[in-house]
């Protein structure tokens, strides 16, 4: 049984025949959203080609280079991320690999280096990594893993083959978290994909964790606010430190206000009475404005730089707050 998804199957199918026909690049920029398998994805790809007798696009999981892999002992295989409690790949780590590449492989077949979450990379770690990557020694392969392209240098980019395991239609998304387990309906997996951004294996585990409950509870508070049963700081209480999560929810739900047609029309859908009900208390322009004020919060969040979290939650209820209808 093949151990990637199914919107993997085109990327691996197209490293698999660079490599039967002897045209695999050095470099490879390997474009996947984080949370859609792309850690499975490096992994399987890697030991099929560290593998001595693979089949097609699968290792056989029984040669010496196998079973090294699976024991995590391959000493052909590195794998480079940032350092328990750092947020950047450093410039030694850059080093260090170099160093290590002069060196002749042990097994005599490929080595494989994986730069996983490349967008961490140091502006002084790309130019470090840009001579290995023009001459990165004999049959030596590099992944550099990242969720988006517009974060890494041209310089690399022009030395990287491209090769997407992105999610790049819905329906495939929707359909491998329907047949995944769980008796999830349709219109729950729908949201569950929104939320997560169309991220399957995020939705997943948001489903698993009760995600839908959560979006609830929050709706319901939202309304308690809006119609000041609640006061605003009940939002901060619930929120707490959990920014990731409500952020999505949040977006979900304003996004669900601003789309008023569909919520006349699409009776079916999941909390329509609530959204509803809380698209008659808002101010549909202010609404926009605060979806773009917690998008961008929501960056900043994700971008390591909201230096206080309590401070961002309630500056984003007080906008919240004031896109009140009056
Ligand atoms: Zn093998």
């Known amino acids: 049984m ?125 130019n470090a990594l840009l001579k290995t990557l023009e001459e990165p020694g004999r049959k030596t392969h590099i992944v550099l893993v990242a969720a988006d392209k517009s974060s890494i240098p041209a310089t690399i980019i022009s030395r990287c083959q491209q090769v997407s395991v992105d999610v790049n239609r819905r329906k495939q998304a929707l359909d491998w978290l ?61 929120i707490g430190n959990d920014v990731g999560t409500y952020w999505s929810l949040w977006e979900y739900i304003v996004t669900a206000l601003i789309k008023q047609q569909s919520l006349v029309e699409n009776s079916q859908l999941l909390y329509h009475k609530e959204l509803s009900k809380l698209a008659g208390m808002m101010n549909m322009q202010l609404l926009f404005k605060f979806r773009d004020e917690l998008l961008y919060q929501n960056k900043q969040f994700l971008d390591g730089v909201t230096l206080n979290i309590p401070m961002q939650v309630d500056f984003v209820a007080d906008a919240w707050v004031k896109s009140r209808a009056r």
């Open 178 to 238: 329907l047949s995944s387990g769980g008796e999830n309906s349709k219109e729950l997996c729908e949201a569950a994909l929104s939320i997560n951004h169309y991220v399957p294996l995020k939705a997943q585990h948001f489903l698993e964790q009760g995600g839908m409950a959560q979006l609830e509870e929050f709706l319901k508070l939202l309304i308690a606010v809006a119609e000041g049963k609640e006061p605003l700081t009940a939002i901060g209480k619930m």
């Open 2 to 126: 093949s151990s990637i998804y199914p919107w993997q199957i085109n990327g691996l199918g197209r490293l698999t025949q660079a490599l039967e026909q002897e045209r695999l690049p050095h470099a490879v920029l390997l474009l996947a959203k984080y949370g859609s398998g792309e850690r499975q994805f490096v992994q399987h790809w890697s030991q099929v080609l560290l593998c001595e007798k693979r089949i097609e696009s699968e290792p056989c999981r029984q040669c010496k280079s196998c079973l090294l892999f699976n024991n995590n002992t391959h000493p052909d295989f590195i794998w480079i991320e940032t350092e328990e409690g750092k947020k950047q790949i450093s410039i030694q780590q850059v080093r260090d690999l170099s160093e290590k590449l002069t060196e002749t492989s042990h097994q005599a077949g490929w080595r494989m280096v994986v730069i996983y979450q490349a967008e961490r990379l140091t502006v002084n770690g790309y």
